[in-house]
């Protein structure tokens, strides 16, 4: 056990030092990165190719990195908006790391690109502890998983700089208890801003891309208490170690 607790806590440090060295690579050349993070189903591709169709009419340089253990469907809709979007397999990883994320972006990200959306896997659980080098982290849920999902996944929101709750349209429908969320939200998170968001109506859409675009104006981010031990704070680790380990000159390429 001792030894399974160190190899975790090595590999967390290795994503750490690789996560710093990809935020200050993005902000060298004006790109911030917006870390999403969700449960399967929760509709967060739906949303977010409708704040990227609206990044193009605004003018605003934006990109996607989509990521997921197998298709690339997730891709082709994002691509729909009309911005560079990139599709990774994690070949059966549950989460992206700062290496891999760093790799991806050294011959593919457009100059110029003020905005990077990376769409992580769907999963509240692992990716919550892999730091990816980003500016802003997004945790979503949906009205139909229920107001408890804050609780199951107080990692997940618990260091959100920012939670969006998507499919408002069928709040009444689910019977979701609005008080109860936010509550549960504020238990693991206090202060942390929520925003009810339906892709299918347009309620919410553009409040994302503000945010974002308000952080590349210096606007501050929400701090979340936990994060004061660091994106690896509690929670579970689940990690394959040097087999998804890239060569470190594809990061100085970025």
């Known amino acids: 056990m001792c030894r399974t607790v160190e190899l975790r806590q090595a590999v967390l440090a290795r994503n750490d ?19 999403l993070l969700s449960s399967p189903g929760s509709g967060k591709t739906a949303l977010l190719e409708a704040e990227l169709r609206l990044a193009r009419d605004r003018g605003i340089a934006v990109a996607a990195l989509t990521a997921d253990l197998a298709t690339e469907n997730d891709a082709l809709r994002l691509a729909r908006s009309g911005v560079p979007v990139k599709q990774v397999l994690t070949d059966g990883l549950c989460h992206l790391e700062s290496e891999m994320l760093t790799g991806q972006l050294a011959d593919w990200l457009p100059h110029g690109t003020r905005l990077l959306f990376v769409e992580n896997v769907g999963n509240l659980v692992c ?11 997004v945790a979503l849920a949906s009205v139909t998983e229920g107001e408890d999902k804050p609780l199951k996944y107080p990692t997940a929101f618990g260091l959100a700089n920012l939670v969006l709750v998507t499919k408002a349209d069928l709040a009444a429908a689910a019977e979701f208890d609005e008080t109860a969320f936010l ?22 859409v553009g409040e994302l891309l503000d945010r974002a675009c308000a952080v590349l104006d210096g606007a501050e981010v929400h701090r979340p208490v936990m994060a004061g031990a660091s994106a690896n704070g509690p929670g579970h680790l689940h990690s394959r170690g ?10 100085e390429q970025l």
């Open 17 to 35: 030092d690789g996560a710093r060295a990809l935020r200050a690579r993005l902000a060298a050349r004006g790109t911030a990165a917006v870390n």
């Open 183 to 204: 509550a549960n939200v504020a238990r693991v998170n206090p202060g942390v801003e929520v925003v009810f968001t339906s892709a299918r109506t347009g309620q919410g």
């Open 127 to 137: 990716p919550a502890s892999y730091d990816l080098g980003e500016t802003l982290r």
């Open 242 to 251: 040097d087999a998804h380990s890239h060569d470190g000159a594809a990061a």
